[in-house]
T-cell receptor, first 111, second 113 residues
């Protein structure tokens, strides 16, 4: 069963706008990771946030984690056409030895 | 700096044929994984190898076998391919275990007719 559910499933914005994607999960976690997948390519790790962290930044990426609501958000600021990709959250559940991926958000950034 | 290399990139098989997907990583990682990606279902873990010499089943292991040949290489074998195994297969590696970031290859696109 899927642990992470991303919302929205698809998002279209103009270059320069901010893009926000959300991830909800079901069980307690050790950490939550975000990945990007360009069309026809493998996933690329973007950022990892641990269960005791609330916010983390990496360049134009900002990730928040709310363990009480079992949710996370990924914010991409000042989007570029090159940010067009699918974005996946993945959770490392506390009580199992696996990484569970959500079904992803497809982001399209128009020039 | 290749990272994770998968071969082949594309393959078409007939039902009942067998084949082995190859994966190699050059990052000296201990853990390696095989996933399949189907539309609308995200990535599902087939098998993983936490360290050289060990392999374990994931969420969808039926119809597959794996071999951790050495620290660098982790192969996935379909003994008797079925149309339900049509998918994109990804190999990944991490330094140690599921809690670490995973590095992915570019996938093998497999069609079973």
């Amino acid at each position: 069963s899927q642990q992470g559910e991303e919302d929205p499933q698809a998002l279209s914005i103009q270059e320069g706008e901010n893009a926000t994607m959300n991830c909800s999960y079901k069980t307690s976690i050790n950490n939550l990771q975000w990945y990007r997948q360009n069309s026809g390519r493998g996933l690329v790790h973007l950022i990892l946030i641990r269960s005791n962290e609330r916010e983390k930044h990496s360049g134009r990426l900002r990730v928040t984690l709310d363990t009480s609501k079992k949710s996370s958000s990924l914010l991409i600021t000042a989007s570029r056409a090159a940010d067009t990709a699918s974005y996946f959250c993945a959770t490392d559940p506390f009580d199992t030895d696996k990484l569970i991926f959500g079904t992803g958000t497809r982001l399209q950034v128009f020039p | 700096n290749a990272g994770v290399t998968q071969t082949p990139k594309f393959q078409v098989l007939k039902t009942g044929q067998s084949m082995t997907l190859q994966c190699a990583q050059d990052m000296n990682h201990n853990s390696m994984y095989w996933y399949r990606q189907d539309p609308g279902m995200g990535l599902r873990l087939i098998y993983y190898s936490a360290s050289e010499g060990t392999t374990d089943k994931g969420e969808v292991p039926n119809g597959y076998n794996v071999s951790r040949l050495n620290k660098r290489e982790f192969s996935l074998r379909l003994e008797s391919a079925a149309p339900s195994q049509t998918s994109v297969y990804f190999c990944a590696s991490s330094s140690r275990g599921f809690g670490q970031p995973q590095h992915f290859g570019d996938g093998t696109r497999l069609s079973i007719l």
